[in-house]
């Protein structure tokens, strides 16, 4: 058995890591790029205002989940999934080649249809890789290799989004750079597909059920019939409810609070991205290397006490009438540095209460229905987002409260939720656990 801290020189592992990485980076850079060809007019249009397009741009992304999560689940579990990843790797290729085309002929329809089918794309490989996961590595693996899965992911999202800037910033009139930047990822990504290992397939003998709302509906049914993944999807879903409520906010609060420019809101996503990063690692280190439940206390205490240290710094800032520059921000009192300080903290906590989640929800699974837990969680993952920009247009829009309110209304919910959770889920687990000893 190969050791934990070797994963990443493991055939089993690196070529699913590097897979997932250049999926995830894929996403981020087309993504940043398309926001910002649509918010500086890079590209003429005539669809409706910057505010709209951006709106629509994210509800095409998210919608596929909500549409083919649980038929994704099914061709995960009934086929091999090495293959399968493949396949769909071969088909961000013809995405991108889309979004290209969109780029360079001018044209918003088709890079939306891009991004509709890169959000299809992230629908259908979702499945596939956290039920891969279970395969690919041991029991004692599985904490280590989530961490790396999750800081791969933040890491990922984190240099997307610079390298979308940058590519169209050098791009001009013409757009070529970001075009190739995509295809070049892609196709980085099928040749890393293709030194994943061959799987065994879970559930042959299963029968697609093509009904998209059907198979929603069951698969929803499924998980929440066995309590302990219910409970663990929930556990996820809150995490994505929350972390959406704060990474939605950042651009304004760098603008309204901070009074800086756009520049110092990457800097802040990157402490964000960084912080998830290295609490996925710290878990494996401090949590141990069996799957356990020991950090997600841990994490969901941070997540309450490091919003409302974030609310605090917050209302400590001084007003000023021009906008900061990063040197400026770094220059100009300690005040922001307990804002950015608190925000490195929000994703250290995220990261140890979402790494030993994910593992679980890995673990407990029934292996012939692994990807269709997974399809599950997806499904429950866009509901609460979408539940989080619902919650956050009512604080800050509808009732016109400040961002500090909505950050500290968060963390008391976040402490109600994680408390009850934690209550329900481990006697479940000790429960599992002593039934495993005996």
């Keep these: 058995m190969e050791k934990p801290q070797n994963l990443l020189a493991s055939r089993r592992f690196l070529p699913m890591f590097l897979t997932q990485f250049f999926g995830a980076l894929n996403d981020n850079v087309y993504k940043q790029s398309l926001l ?19 709106n629509l741009a994210a509800l095409l992304f998210i919608s596929p989940y909500f549409v083919f999560s649980a038929t994704a689940g099914q061709i995960a579990d009934k086929f091999e ?7 769909i790797k071969v088909l961000e290729i013809m995405i991108m080649s889309i979004g290209s085309a969109g780029f360079m002929l001018g044209q918003i329809w088709l890079l939306l249809l891009a991004l509709f089918l890169m959000g299809v794309h992230s629908t259908f490989f979702g499945p596939i890789k956290y039920a891969i996961l279970p395969e690919i590595l041991h029991t004692n693996e599985l904490m280590s290799g989530n961490a790396l899965f999750q800081t791969g992911t933040s890491l990922a999202i984190l240099f997307g989004m610079i390298l979308g800037g940058a590519v169209i910033s050098i791009s001009h009139d013409t757009l070529i750079w970001v075009c190739l930047t995509v295809l070049i990822i892609a196709i980085l990504g099928y040749i890393s597909s293709r030194f994943i290992l061959t799987q065994r397939v879970s559930a042959s003998e299963l029968k697609i059920d093509w009904n998209f709302f059907r198979t929603s ?8 019939d066995i ?54 690692l710290l878990c494996r280190k401090i ?6 439940i020991k950090m997600v206390p841990v994490g969901a205490i941070g997540l309450t006490i490091f919003a409302f240290y974030l609310a605090w710094a917050m209302y400590q800032l001084p007003v000023h009438h021009t906008l900061f520059s990063i040197q400026d921000i770094f220059s100009h ?4 540095y307990h804002v950015m300080l608190a925000i490195i903290l929000l994703g250290i906590s995220g990261g140890f209460y979402i790494v030993p989640l994910y593992a679980m929800m890995q673990a407990y ?22 539940a989080s920009a619902i919650f956050s247009i009512l604080i800050l829009s509808v009732f016109q409260l400040d961002m500090q309110i ?7 919910f976040s402490a109600i939720f994680c408390t009850g959770l934690l209550l329900k889920l481990k006697p479940l687990l000790n429960g599992i656990n002593n039934a495993l000893e005996d």
């Design 81 to 87: 999934r090495a293959q399968l990843v493949r396949g």
């Design 227 to 280: 309590k302990i993944i219910f409970l663990i999807l929930m556990g996820n879903s809150w995490y994505w409810f929350y972390g959406a409520s704060y990474l939605t906010q950042i651009p304004e609060l760098t603008h309204k609070y901070l009074y800086a420019s756009e520049n110092v809101v990457s800097l802040l996503l990157t402490f964000f991205s960084v912080g998830i990063g290295v609490g996925s």
């Design 333 to 336: 009192g300690l005040i922001y």
């Design 406 to 412: 909505l950050f500290c209304m968060t963390a008391v």
């Design 36 to 54: 910002l060809v649509i918010t500086y007019g890079l590209i003429q249009h005539s669809s409706g205002n910057i505010s709209t397009l951006n």
């Design 365 to 386: 699974s029934p292996v012939s229905h692994r990807a269709r837990v997974v399809a599950a969680n997806n499904i429950f993952n866009a509901i609460f987002m979408v």
């Design 217 to 224: 509906w069951q698969t929803i049914q499924y998980a929440k």
């Design 287 to 292: 949590g141990g290397a069996e799957v356990n």
